[in-house]
């Protein structure tokens, strides 16, 4: 039962961990811009769901709101910022996603304050009992729409017009620019389809950790799972991120406190602290050195 | 139909690639634009597709115009619309793309009677249409000069332009080529422009003939009278 428990949690957190990772993939792909303010977006996006409901909107529909403003929010950063940078080099262009997400903080921290916020109670309060355990709506909720999303996603960018766009636009941009493919504007179209994803998932996250400045740290966590899945895969960071949130959800349920019992039988030691934190830079590291490009990643070869 | 007036075409604001060239395509034409390595046919190509100012390259003199409108600061992807067609040196196409998504990206600027030019580019290359499902970064030269070619023609372009179509090829690749820009011109009525160094067989075809050597039109003459020895002198000089 608790396993199964544990696995739910896993799951949840896991799938929301894919959303926000599929939209740092997607840019990556069509920029070669590894977008280190996405932590940012989702947090921005569970702030702007906030506001939305305050101003009279239903929490549902203060969700979707939030999804659409982070969209706007997304292609604008291209149109404004990024597009400027055209000819700067693409570590320049990194830096400024970095000082993008202090910027976000610094708006979030001065609007609504540093302390933690009573989110808005999206989903029906209550829970579903499968196979004796009981599980929140706010969990089924999260794990059904980011997997359902991101799945629905993949779909989109394997099988449409727009996605073989995209795919062509990453692939080699001469050659897209050549056959009429407006490059700049797929990778705007990139930027907004990864922030609304991000501000889903920093929606789903605040519906089951409560809405504080501490959100975008969900961005770091975005980072070992795409190394995981391979920096070019959306496939791959879609089932790391779950292989994530499950190795996450175990060792919190289960590995930290078969470890302190033993630790505080044997020795002086009470603690070991946050290790589900650090499990997966340990997982991270381990396969940097057994396969660095990730699950799905392709190794890069040249031609020469 | 296409038409260059004292244009002028620059990299980095100082490297003078094309210098005041006049240059016509007649609707229905076959234009060979002949000349040696670094003669600047790829910057005039580039230029009439609006690829240049991504490559650090401008027009800094000189009217350029498709059907009497300027191509001067447009957008590649709307010349594209307007139906020119560049196929680049390079191959250019998408590696990690299967050939029919490969074409399909390139039919994405014209849809409308996009799976009617899917079949007939699988007509005039067989080969892509067995291999359609492959990746084209797993492609041969000789078969990924046939995917770009089909590329272009799947944007039901009007003026194709084609880049050193032969470089790096087989004899026996070459003609497949050349066989292929014979019928375009001849079944499909396409304008075209094919800048080479030399092949005997693209004077046979063409129906006007520039040589482009450092950056000025240095001949101008009905495909009759480009002999080899002529062109020969023109090269060496």
Redesign the interface.
């Known amino acids: 039962m608790l396993l199964l428990q544990i696995a739910t949690a896993g799951i949840a957190t896991g799938s929301v961990y894919a959303l926000i990772a599929i939209g740092i993939v997607l840019i990556y792909k069509c920029s070669g811009v590894v977008n280190f303010g996405q932590g940012g977006y989702a947090m921005l996006g569970a702030y702007a769901a906030y506001a939305l409901a305050r101003a009279g909107l239903s929490p549902p529909l203060a969700a979707a709101g939030a999804v659409l403003v982070l969209g706007v929010v997304g292609a604008l950063t291209e149109l404004l910022v990024l597009r400027r940078m055209l000819r700067a080099p693409v570590v320049a262009v990194m830096m400024v996603t970095l000082g993008l997400l202090i910027l976000f903080r610094a708006v979030c921290l001065a609007v609504w304050g540093p302390d933690q916020i009573a989110f808005p109670q999206i989903f029906p309060q209550g829970a579903v009992q499968i196979a004796g355990i009981f599980i929140t709506y706010n969990y089924v909720a999260a794990a059904l729409l980011s997997l359902v999303l991101s799945l629905a996603f993949l779909a989109f960018y394997r099988f449409t ?1 727009m996605g ?2 995209q ?2 636009a990453a ?2 941009s ?9 490059v700049s504007n797929q990778v705007s179209v990139a930027w907004a389809v990864s922030s609304a994803l991000a501000g889903l998932g920093g929606v789903l996250l605040a519906t089951l950790n409560g809405l504080s400045l501490t959100l975008s740290n969900i961005g770091l966590v975005a980072f070992p799972v795409i190394v995981l899945g391979g920096l070019t895969s959306l496939m791959g960071s879609l089932v790391a991120g779950l292989l994530l949130g499950m190795l996450e959800a175990f060792t919190d349920g289960l590995l930290t406190p078969a470890l302190e019992s033993f630790l505080r039988a044997h020795t002086s030691i009470y603690s070991v602290g946050a290790l589900q934190q650090v499990v997966p830079y340990m997982l991270v590291g381990g396969m940097l050195l057994v396969r660095p490009q990730g699950i799905f990643g392709q190794r890069g070869t040249e031609r020469v | 139909m296409l038409a260059a007036h004292g244009v002028s075409l620059r990299y980095d604001g100082v490297i003078q690639a094309v210098d005041r060239i006049d240059f016509q395509v007649e609707k229905g034409g076959l234009v060979a634009l002949l000349g040696p390595n670094g003669a600047g046919k790829s910057t005039l190509l580039k230029a009439i ?1 609006g ?1 240049l100012p ?1 490559e650090q390259g401008e027009l800094v003199e000189g009217q350029l115009t498709f059907e009497g409108r300027s191509l001067a600061g447009v ?3 709307a ?3 307007r139906g020119i ?2 196929v ?1 040196e390079g191959r ?6 299967s050939i029919e ?2 074409l ?3 039919s ?2 014209a ?1 409308k009677g996009a799976g009617a030019r899917l079949a007939m580019v699988f007509e005039y290359f067989p080969v892509l249409k067995e291999m359609r499902h492959r990746a084209a970064g797993h492609l041969s030269g000789g078969q990924l000069q046939m995917l770009v070619i089909g ?2 023609l ?2 039901a372009p009007r003026l194709l332009l084609l880049d050193e179509p032969s470089l790096g090829l087989s004899p026996a690749m070459v003609q497949t080529v050349f066989d292929v820009v014979e019928r375009m011109h001849r079944e499909l009525g396409v304008t075209l422009v094919v800048a080479e160094q030399t092949v005997p067989r693209l004077l046979k075809l063409a129906t006007d003939v520039y040589v482009l050597a450092r950056g000025h039109i240095v001949m101008h003459t009905p495909p009759a009278r480009a002999d080899q020895e002529t062109l020969q002198r023109v090269y060496l000089s």
Request: charged share 15%.
């Open positions: 017009p073989l766009m795919r062509a692939d080699n001469r050659a897209a620019l050549a056959v009429g493919i407006h | 597709a690829l991504f957008h590649p992807a010349i594209a619309r067609a560049l680049q250019q196409c998408f590696r990690s793309l998504e490969n399909r990206a390139a994405l600027v849809r590329m272009a799947m944007s």
